[in-house]
């Protein structure tokens, strides 16, 4: 009985593997998926668009870019966590996908499980920008300055529980200076609210806030949360101005639904790597601030996406930090 038990279970196992392997060397027999979380016209929906572009060409199928906003990417991202795992169905996921587990509650998706890395797409470090017409010259100059006329600093950013809150909550603490959070529905008004010094301190990528860095700009960057100063961008490390060295990089990264067939998931990310080193690709990322990524492994990527989502949940608990919160 036992022996006839193990001989069809082989064969199961062995069934499974040849419907696996075929479907890996047929793909991509029909049009591939991106599905955007966000509306058009940012930054992840132009990653989206520059991929679109080389993939169609070098995989000879069409590539369909989705935008599916929502919920800060929790709804998009949700579609694709629920997706068949056919190697067609991809999520273009943005740093909030780790600050979602610790702001977000009842997720219906799993980001730890539910969801696999294919490949980085890219990274931008945060910027602490002020007004032009701010005096002070360095961060602690600032931040001493408004305890003395108020009491705390006042530090602006997208969105409750977004990247940048976590960041600049987490250098307030280690620092032991005082701060308040102001939210904005989105960069664009924490922006024009930073140029207007509602309040003192915006913190926002380099995508985000270099436009207005830029000659004739009206900010200026104040500090950069990155181990080492960001070219075209004229400001010290936090590090380099005495705080503690809190790094925070935006980044951006293709994900696929769980259980993908492993040959699949390699043969994508060979066709990522492929085309983030084209010279009109990378132009582009310089023009938005985006940084391209080194070429890591899967397993890597898995572990720093995980990583980044202990990290951001220990720092809304200790803080306190929920969306809308």
Do not use: C
Request: proline fraction near 9%; avoid cysteine; charged fraction near 15%.
């Amino acid at each position: 009985m036992m022996r006839n038990f193990l001989r069809a279970l082989a064969l199961a196992l062995a069934g499974a593997l040849a419907a696996t392997t075929a479907s890996a060397a047929d793909w991509p027999s029909k049009p591939i998926r991106f599905v955007v979380p966000f509306p058009p016209g940012g930054t992840t929906d132009l990653i989206a668009r520059l991929l679109q572009d080389k993939l169609q060409r070098s995989l000879g199928q069409t590539v369909i870019v989705e935008n599916k906003a929502g919920a800060q990417g929790v709804i998009g991202t949700a579609a694709v966590a629920n997706a068949e795992p056919d190697g067609y169905s991809y999520v273009l996921a943005f740093d909030v996908y780790a600050t979602a587990p610790a702001t977000t509650p009842n997720l219906p998706f799993d980001p730890k499980a539910d969801l696999v890395p294919v490949a980085p797409l890219g990274r931008s470090p945060q910027v602490l920008v002020v007004s032009k017409d701010v005096k002070a010259a360095e961060l602690r100059e600032l931040w001493q300055a408004q305890i003395a006329k108020s009491g705390e600093l006042f530090f602006g950013t997208s969105a409750t529980g977004s990247y940048a809150h976590l960041a600049m909550a987490e250098l307030a603490r280690q620092s032991g200076m005082p701060a308040t959070h102001v939210p904005y529905k989105g960069g664009s008004p924490m922006i024009m609210a930073t140029i207007a010094q509602e309040i003192a301190l915006g913190i926002g990528s380099v995508g985000l806030t270099s436009p207005q860095l830029k000659e004739g700009g009206r900010l200026r960057p104040i500090a950069v949360m990155s181990e080492q100063r960001i070219p075209g961008i004229d400001a010290p490390t936090l590090a380099e101005q005495g705080f503690p060295p809190v790094v925070a990089d935006s980044w951006w990264a293709l994900l696929a639904p769980a259980k993908t067939p492993a040959p699949i998931l390699e043969a994508m990310q060979r066709e990522i790597y492929q085309a983030l080193e084209d010279p009109a690709v990378l132009q582009k990322y310089a023009e938005q601030g985006v940084i391209p990524p080194e070429h890591v492994s899967s397993q890597a990527y898995h572990d720093f996406i995980n990583g980044e989502i202990d990290r951001w949940s220990e720092v809304a608990k200790a803080q306190g930090i929920a969306a809308g919160g």
